[in-house]
């Protein structure tokens, strides 16, 4: 599944050729003379006598067709009409002497301003942006410290490209204002050139669910359990559910849940979960939004459950390997994920929530697994910092 958004620069106006004048053939234009009209066959009356063949001169069979007659001494050929290029017609004009035709000056085109130099000068520079839950000014002020949208928050990174990866709502105040102001970047961004798109998180899943199942069971490994409850569990806000709108659920509906963009895979949980919905990016995103289409309570549940698993990369021996499956799997050289918070990642606190511990120093990406995986999620939810990033990392 492809979203939208690319997503294209305007080629430059090109100079036109003069079009051929159509002339009418009562009036020529000034400074045309037309070609002499020959005279109307006299009316019909008794046929020529025709004379005798000349002595000597064969005598054509009956039947056969007369011989043809040689042009009067004043005829002239007409000459040969030029060939014009495709997409041209000679208009219906009358003949005139070759002295008498007036000449078209045809003007030069000049090269398209943005036709092949923009197809030359390859996509713009690449971003990635971490978990935001809600945190829509923050989002604002990383996004514009970036220099990707100006202090009125419209794009102002022409041709960049900006991935989201996930995660837009819940725990924090104005989850319906970061979605809303990620569909707007998307549409700016592709009018001037760039694309900003955006990633599948659990989170979604959770708030698409506790929309339209609400408090219908579903079965959990823990028991009876429902999105609504769950939602609230996690952090959903009620003032986010009022504001919902159709348009919004459709937009979440339709997101990719895995992307590879120049050798990095883009992925929202750090979790080995994909390669149970198919072999291939194209797969993956076909299948979770097959799921979601089918409206099946307990599918997208079993989908939410495994999209929440995480630190499948973090286990000193173990982590390398499963980075390397999906790496072979659906390409890339190395993995950007976000849902687990770096000092959640780390230890460094004992819930994703941080109640247990200080506020978290996060000063950038978190880079493991071999230097096989990027964590993104700063833990803005503890205090931390919504990470902005520009693709790949300086050394």
């Not at 007409?78 to 208009?91: F, K, N, S």
């Not at 839950?133 to 794009?155: C, Q, S």
């Not at 900006?162 to 970047?185: E, K, N, S, Y």
Request: with cysteine.
């Amino acid at each position: 599944m492809t979203q939208g958004a690319g997503l294209e620069a305007t080629a430059g106006t090109t100079g036109a050729i003069p079009p051929v004048p159509a002339y009418g053939a009562s009036t020529p234009p000034s400074g045309i003379v037309p070609a002499a009209v020959p005279p109307a066959p006299a009316a019909p009356g008794p046929a020529a006598p025709v004379p005798p063949p000349a002595p000597g001169a064969p005598v054509p069979a009956p039947g056969a067709p007369a011989p043809a007659t040689p042009p009067p001494a004043e005829y002239t050929p007409t000459e040969r009409l030029p060939v014009l290029g495709p997409g041209h017609t000679i208009p219906d004009t009358p003949l005139v002497p070759p002295q008498d035709r007036p000449t078209v000056a045809l003007t030069p085109v000049p090269e398209p301003e943005h036709g092949p130099l923009a197809q030359d000068e390859g996509p713009g520079p690449l971003y990635v942006v971490g978990d935001v839950h809600g945190y829509h000014d923050e989002l604002r002020e990383a996004l514009a410290a970036e220099g990707l949208i100006d202090a009125k928050g419209n794009w102002a990174a022409g041709n960049a490209r900006l991935w989201f990866l996930g995660d837009f709502t819940d725990r924090g105040p104005d989850g319906i204002g970061v979605i809303d102001l990620v569909m707007q970047l998307s549409a700016e961004a592709a009018a001037a050139g760039g694309y900003c798109k955006a990633l599948m998180g659990n989170h979604e899943l959770l708030l698409i669910g506790a929309k339209r199942f609400g408090d219908t069971p579903v079965s959990s490994g823990a028991g009876t359990a429902s999105f609504q409850a769950a939602w609230l569990l996690n952090g959903g806000q009620h003032t986010d559910m009022e504001r919902l709108e159709d348009h919004h659920l459709q937009w979440m509906s339709r997101l990719d849940a895995i992307a590879e963009e120049d050798g990095h895979l883009l992925v929202h949980s750090d979790t080995t979960a994909y390669l149970e919905y198919g072999d291939s990016i194209e797969a993956v995103n076909d299948t979770v939004t097959e799921t979601l289409q089918r409206s099946d309570a307990d599918e997208c549940w079993d989908l939410f459950r495994k999209f929440t698993k995480r630190f499948a990369f973090r286990d000193e021996d173990a982590g390398p390997t499963a980075a390397r499956e999906l790496l072979d799997t659906y390409g890339g050289q190395r993995i950007v994920h976000g849902h687990s918070p770096i000092p959640y990642l780390l230890g460094e606190v004992g819930s994703e929530d941080g109640e247990d511990g200080g506020a978290p120093a996060v000063e950038g990406p978190h880079v493991y697994a071999d230097n096989l995986a990027v964590a993104m999620d700063g833990g803005i939810t503890m205090a931390g910092k919504l990470l902005v990033v520009q693709l790949p990392l300086a050394d």
